[in-house]
């Protein structure tokens, strides 16, 4: 199975940039997410990749094979790449049945008639529509409609499929249920697959390596792990996460004594190292309460806040804080023992502190240094 | 490389190329047409070099000053213009009066037989409007005119000039034929009204004519002043009607006007008649888009839980039924059977045994001058059927096919300016009434122009000019039709590996099988009863029904022409309800054509 390169991959419809400067390497066998907020320039990436969009400039490559290259004249029609796409909509043909959905594809390629039975047999039967093979499109609920889709592309063994926020139209139960058939297809036919969301849940359940995007630009390229433990700047910081990340902004500290002051001081004081620091990120369940400043860890962050609200959430709890005039989110598992009103400490290891620098960039020298000391 | 690569990616699909060719057909089509006709208006025509002092083809205002500023500029336009717009405005002032008051008793009242009343008070658009015509002229036609009598002259009561001919039947007509425009579009507009606008009014106090008057009417400005300007359009076009009922006082419309003088060969004069009618219709639909974009402001789009409460009429509910039954009366039952009974009938209005005979369908060897068969029994009239089947079916079928076609040219090509030029040509038609685009016709194909032969007196310039004429309509289905499947399909189908060709065949064309056949079947239903452009273009050996009726009444056959109007009325009736039945549409979205 080949892989994905976009090189310096461009696209602009007239002024309007969708896609800048785009370089991505997607490996054989990947299960890779495109995660970013509506707009950000992910469903059109991979529209280029499935050719039903074409480059501005860059060059796109499937294995060896040179796709789509301005410079170079190249353009290959998306019929001839081979990939299979599932659009959010389904777009299953509403004249064929089922089986002739999931046939159209095969009836493409030169196979007997007798092998193409079989073949959408066994995919129908893989993803559980057999037995409505002779209904129509619109006789099928959300999510069987959702596996003909599915099983229309997989028919033909594609060797990229792009999936375009295919689960985005369930409800909560079978989104969940079709997560974990995607997952599963993916470990049985091993192929490429390029999945479009603004989903975070869906990304970090179903990656393997996530591409957040913004503004047409990549973010950053990582594990879910990575995304969400050390994002690469503030957007991605942000983006991932809920409830979200808790930011100290250096730029707009109130007056001395603030929450974002006493940060910068325990910058200064601990890690006089780390230089041009414009803001801190801590998420919500890194936060502990503490009765005191006496009780705080040694080396830790530490602030007085008053808890404003605890909400429970069915199994954690969000606690509410407002932390010497910010608000401030804490995500916990444990029943808090605190109740609104209550005046405590917030403690926050040091690992668990992002700095970014001033345009919103995360100083990576930090997360050494800042991990170093809590050893 | 990079024109390469762009010319590339535009050709790998046809898509792009269609779009062009279609851009070109059209432009010749509708545009050059217009641009010829209005060159006629200032360049010298063959003959007239002495009066204009320059040669054929030479710039020349002569017609101009003819048609504007001589001694019979008065005749020849000003009064067809002052009759034009005088009968339009009574005609729309009666039907949104008549109109607005059915309208509200079949969508908002529980008067008796609404259902059936909503179907029934829409036939006489349904009907050729001419139809009428020829009904009134059976009915009052009086000694003025010759050939057979009218009914009332028949029985010895002799009808003045004003009711038998002229403008008051021609204003009354055209109300009556347009009276369901209001019907549908306000009626419609009143069914989505939410009746919770009236009862939050109702609550502060306000008593119903208050609210009608201060809550309703304005929030159905918008569907009153689209139907009103429709109406208007469509009465600047009319032809028909005025020439039937105009033509014994010498009251001329602007129709008529221009085609006398298509008929006397002032074609210098008829293209600027022509520009005059298009300019009208022109400038119309303009005040619409800006009075609706004026009154969209404050448009109510009825939401899903909208309410839509039935008033009791009580004691008024008889009444109020025999009103609309009176309106269905005036406007549809008598003027048939008016016409039916006259092609049975063999002297005027007399109610004997005798006098019936069905000779006039199917009689042999009738004691008549001419036309010595009943008109079943007509090599013509076949003809003339014959031709109508296949002119008009052809043209609605290229046109139906066209249509979807710059449909997807439209929602497919990357190259948006080409898009948006294919959208516009193909609407243009409906800014100009079919009788100045059959001028225009005219003018383009009478004589050869390059490798186009002269197309005048052939079926080919019928067809060209009827399809130009419903490619509206027909881009507008296709348009509509290619957005609402998206392009999903076919990309699904594109990534699996389909070519173009493929595409078409198995996915675009098999989902849009429903909308082509209504794209092709409404316009040939409207495109049967059609007269103004046919009247222009048809000689007699091109002549389709309508046409062929109108010759019959030029020579007085009047059984003969009735029962050729009947047939034609009858076609588009079943036709439209048949249509209607099929493809589970209403006629209120197939409108105008």
Redesign the interface.
């Known amino acids: 199975m080949p892989g994905i390169s976009l090189a310096k991959v461009q696209k602009s419809y007239g002024a309007y940039r969708a896609v800048t400067d785009l370089d991505l390497e997607v490996k054989d066998g990947e299960f890779l997410c495109l995660l970013g907020p509506s707009g950000c320039g992910k469903t059109t990436t991979l529209r280029m990749i499935a050719g039903l969009e074409n480059l501005s400039g860059g060059s796109l490559s499937v294995g060896e094979r040179v796709m789509d290259c301005p410079d170079k004249a190249v353009f290959v029609a998306p019929e001839k790449r081979g990939m299979g796409l599932v659009f959010q909509s389904y777009a299953l043909w509403p004249h064929l049945t089922i089986e002739q959905n999931t046939e159209f594809g095969l009836k493409l390629r030169k196979m007997t008639k007798s092998e193409r039975q079989k073949r959408t047999t066994e995919v129908m039967e893989a993803l559980g529509i057999e037995e409505f093979r002779d209904r129509l499109p619109s006789q099928l609920s959300g999510g069987q409609q959702q596996r003909v889709a599915l099983a229309r592309m997989l028919a033909v063994n594609p060797d990229v499929l792009l999936l375009d926020e295919p689960l985005s139209n369930l409800d909560a139960r079978l989104r969940l249920e079709m997560r974990a058939e995607l997952k599963r297809i993916h470990a049985a036919f091993g192929t490429t697959i390029v999945f479009v969301t603004h989903d975070q849940w869906e990304a970090m359940t179903l990656a393997d390596t996530i591409a957040v995007m913004n503004d047409g630009t990549l973010q950053q390229l990582g594990t879910p792990d990575d995304i969400y433990e050390r994002p690469a700047n503030r957007f991605v910081a942000e983006f991932v996460g809920s409830p979200p990340i808790n930011i100290l902004d250096f730029g707009k500290s109130g007056e001395s004594g603030g929450i974002v002051q006493r940060a910068r001081d325990y910058l200064a004081q601990h890690h006089p190292q780390i230089a041009g620091a414009g803001s801190v990120g801590i998420r919500p369940e890194a936060i502990a309460l503490v009765e005191g400043e006496a009780a705080l860890a040694p080396g830790a962050f530490g602030a007085p806040v008053q808890v404003t609200g605890v909400l429970p959430t069915g199994g954690s709890w969000i606690v509410e804080v407002q932390a010497e005039g910010q608000a401030m989110f804490i995500n916990t598992h444990v029943a808090p023992a605190v109740r609104t009103g209550d005046k405590r400490w917030l403690e926050v290891p040091p690992r668990a502190l992002s700095v970014f620098d001033a345009a919103g960039s995360r100083i990576a020298t930090a997360d050494a240094l800042l991990s170093r000391s809590a050893a | 490389?990079?024109m390469?690569?762009?010319f590339?990616?535009a050709m790998?699909?046809p898509t792009t190329l269609i779009g062009v060719v279609m851009a070109i057909l059209f432009a010749y089509l509708i545009i050059v047409p217009i641009i010829s006709i209005l060159l006629d208006s200032v360049q010298t025509q063959f003959g007239d070099e002495r009066r204009t002092g320059t040669e054929t083809g030479g710039w020349t205002s002569y017609y101009l000053i003819r048609t504007f500023a001589s001694p019979i500029a008065g005749i020849m336009f000003w009064k067809p213009l002052w009759n034009t717009l005088s009968v339009a405005f009574s005609a729309i002032v009666i039907s949104v009066l008549v109109g607005g008051v059915l309208a509200w008793l079949v969508s908002r009242t529980d008067m008796f037989a609404r259902r059936w009343f909503a179907t029934a008070l829409i036939v006489p658009y349904m009907l050729p409007a001419w139809t009428f015509a020829l009904a009134w002229t059976t009915l009052f036609k009086n000694r003025t005119v010759g050939g057979q009598q009218g009914w009332l002259e028949a029985i010895g009561i002799t009808p003045p000039d004003w009711l038998a001919y002229g403008r008051v039947p021609i204003t009354i007509i055209l109300a009556l034929h347009y009276t369901p425009f209001i019907i549908l579009l306000f009626g419609s507009a009143l069914r989505r009204f939410d009746s919770q606008l009236e009862d939050s009014a109702r609550i502060l106090g306000a008593r119903r004519g208050r609210i009608a008057w201060l809550i309703i009417l304005p929030l159905m400005k918008p569907a009153l002043i689209s139907a009103v300007v429709l109406i208007f359009a469509k009465c600047l076009g009319e032809f028909g009607v005025a020439y039937v009922l105009g033509l014994p006082v010498n009251f001329d419309v602007l129709a008529t006007s221009l085609y006398r003088n298509i008929g006397s060969r002032q074609t210098g004069v008829a293209g600027v008649l022509a520009g005059a009618i298009m300019i009208l219709g022109i400038l119309t639909l303009l005040v619409d888009a800006w009075l609706v974009r004026e009154a969209r402001r404050y448009v109510t789009v009825g939401s899903k839980g909208s309410m839509n409460r039935l008033s009791r009429l009580g004691r008024w509910r008889l009444p109020a039924t025999g009103l609309a039954g009176l309106f269905f009366v005036f406007a549809v039952a008598l003027p048939v059977l008016t016409l039916f009974l006259s092609t049975i009938m063999r002297v005027p209005a007399r109610f004997a045994m005798d006098n019936f005979t069905l000779d006039f369908w199917i009689g042999r060897n009738l004691d008549t001058v001419a036309l010595r068969q009943g008109i079943l029994l007509t090599p013509d009239f076949w003809r003339a059927a014959w031709n109508t089947v296949w002119i008009v079916g052809t043209a609605s079928i290229a046109s139906g096919i066209l249509g979807l076609l710059v449909g997807y040219a439209v929602v497919r090509t990357p190259f948006r300016p080409l898009a948006a030029f294919l959208r516009q040509v193909t609407f243009f038609p409906y800014l100009v009434p079919g009788i100045a685009f059959a001028a225009a016709y005219l003018s383009l194909f009478a004589v050869a122009r390059g490798p186009v032969p002269a197309l005048y007196g052939t079926t080919a310039i019928l067809i060209l000019a009827l399809m130009a004429d419903q490619m509206p309509y027909a881009s507008r289905a296709g348009l509509s039709a290619m957005m609402q499947l998206?392009k999903?399909?076919e990309?699904?189908?594109?990534?699996?590996?389909?070519?173009w060709s493929?595409r078409m065949r198995?996915?675009v064309v098999?989902?849009q099988?429903g909308s082509l056949v209504t794209g092709i079947l409404l316009p040939f239903i409207s495109g049967i009863k059609g007269l103004s452009l046919f009247v222009i273009l048809a000689v007699p050996s091109t002549d389709v029904l309508t046409t062929y009726s109108l010759r019959l009444v030029d020579y007085n056959y009047t059984q003969a022409a009735n029962a050729v109007v009947l047939m034609v009325a009858g076609l588009a009736l079943f036709g439209t309800l048949a249509a209607q039945k099929l493809t589970k549409t209403n006629l209120a979205e197939g409108l105008g054509g």
């Open positions: 490389m990079r390469r690569y762009r590339r990616v790998r699909e998206g999903e399909p990309e699904a189908a594109q990534v699996a590996g389909a070519g493929r198995q996915i098999p989902i099988k």
